[in-house]
């Protein structure tokens, strides 16, 4: 049989560009707002201490707050008293884990040091201090620094 070609070319898929253009800038909104609000908001305010810049802390670490009225927390969770806050963090379900001790101006530094001594006896002995960053001040308000001639 003799086959003849056809006048007119099959019609070709078109590839609508507009859908997929929506679909990732809707994806390029999820994820800029996704970072935006993605910041860490502990359980209990304390002002921190502010030292110099220094090592970044650790990921994945146990938080204890000491707050200033005298209550401690593992977490989000309110202990009764020091002692308990050190069981909670030496009864942690993956082991023992770096602490890291956010600790309010307003507490006195025998308490912060007694818990740091209750933390070592309990076997706890990767332990930070959570400290804030000094605000900026006026350009060249920096820390002085005594030149030696």
Same mark, same amino acid.
């Given at each position: 049989?003799?086959?003849?070609?056809?006048?007119?070319?099959?019609?070709?898929?078109?590839?609508?560009?507009?859908?997929?253009?929506?679909?990732?800038?809707?994806?390029?909104?999820?994820?800029?707002?996704?970072?935006?609000?993605?910041?860490?908001?502990?359980?209990?305010?304390?002002?921190?201490? %502010?030292?110099?810049?220094?090592?970044?802390?650790?990921?994945?670490?146990?938080?204890?707050?000491?707050?200033?009225?005298?209550?401690?927390?593992?977490?989000?969770?309110?202990?009764?008293?020091?002692?308990?806050?050190?069981?909670?963090?030496?009864?942690?379900?993956?082991?023992?884990?770096?602490?890291?001790?956010?600790?309010?101006?307003?507490?006195?530094?025998?308490?912060?040091? %007694?818990?740091?001594?209750?933390? %070592?006896?309990?076997?706890?002995?990767?332990?930070?201090?959570?400290?804030?960053?000094?605000?900026?001040?006026?350009?060249?308000?920096?820390?002085?620094?005594?030149?030696?001639?």
């Amino acid at each position: 049989m003799l086959k003849l070609a056809d006048a007119d070319p099959p019609p070709r898929a078109r590839f609508e560009m507009t859908p997929l253009l929506d679909v990732v800038f809707l994806l390029i909104v999820f994820f800029l707002y996704a970072i935006v609000r993605m910041h860490v908001s502990p359980a209990v305010r304390v002002d921190l201490p %502010e030292t110099a810049a220094g090592p970044e802390a650790p990921r994945d670490v146990a938080v204890l707050t000491l707050a200033e009225g005298g209550g401690v927390w593992v977490g989000d969770e309110a202990a009764a008293d020091d002692a308990a806050a050190v069981a909670m963090l030496a009864a942690g379900a993956e082991g023992p884990r770096p602490v890291l001790v956010r600790c309010d101006k307003a507490v006195p530094v025998g308490r912060a040091l %007694e818990m740091l001594s209750r933390l %070592e006896e309990a076997g706890l002995r990767d332990v930070a201090f959570e400290t804030a960053q000094p605000a900026e001040g006026p350009a060249g308000a920096g820390p002085k620094q005594e030149v030696k001639k």
